[in-house]
């Protein structure tokens, strides 16, 4: 039987190149640039599939007050309702100036804001696959990152999961997996681990 190959991720110096980037003051100030930055730290940090990323609205984020974190609720495969959790410090900027921008735009009939996606586009529509894929696309070519796809952000929070020991159950069930079958494939050891394990 076939070896699945392992999924490409991020490794650590592109994972520093792309955080180092997510944590530089935005300039200039501008919904795109707001909400690029966002989303990207939804995929990195959440795990979260590009569609899920693209259906997510403002009134998905609820705030754990005690624990400092955003509750995000996810509609994801099959249409299956889930929880992404985040630091409020990670994404609060981003999330401010978006909400802020959106409730500016023009309203619904009846009054209510009509735009609620976070991944709008400046014409009011909510963004294409093919946007986001270009967008990251377009970013990693500007930060020297070889790599390429949205998956691969999904497939590095999995990677980042395992290496700082979290539970593959919680992994599962972040990441929304049918079967931790699927969750196992961020679980393989590297060379560099099982030199690690040999070491300590």
């Known amino acids: 039987k076939a070896k699945k190959s392992d999924p490409e991720y991020l490794d650590t110096n592109e994972y520093e190149i792309l955080t180092k980037y997510l944590n530089t003051p935005i300039k200039p100030k ?72 959106l409730s500016s735009q023009t309203t619904s ?12 586009t400046t014409k009011g529509r909510v963004m294409l696959r093919g946007e986001l894929y270009s967008m990251i696309e377009n970013l990693f070519k500007k930060l020297r990152i070889k790599k390429r796809g949205v998956h691969l952000l999904r497939h590095t929070f999995g990677k980042k999961m395992v290496q700082k020991n979290v539970n593959l159950s919680t992994i599962k069930e972040l990441m929304g997996h049918e079967n931790i079958q699927t969750t196992m494939i961020y679980a393989r050891s590297d060379e560099g681990s099982m030199i690690r394990a040999m070491l300590t």
Request: charged content about 25%; proline content about 1%.
């Open 30 to 101: 501008s919904f795109i640039q707001y909400r690029n930055r966002l989303t990207l730290k939804l995929l990195l940090f959440t795990g979260l599939r590009a569609s899920e990323v693209l259906g997510v609205k403002l009134e998905d984020f609820h705030t754990m007050k005690e624990e400092c974190v955003y509750k995000i609720k996810i509609l994801g495969k099959g249409n299956k309702e889930r929880y992404a959790y985040i630091p409020v410090d990670t994404i609060n900027n981003e999330l401010s100036f978006i909400k802020e921008y």
């Open 109 to 120: 009939q009846d009054g209510k804001n009509s735009l609620t996606h976070i991944n709008q």
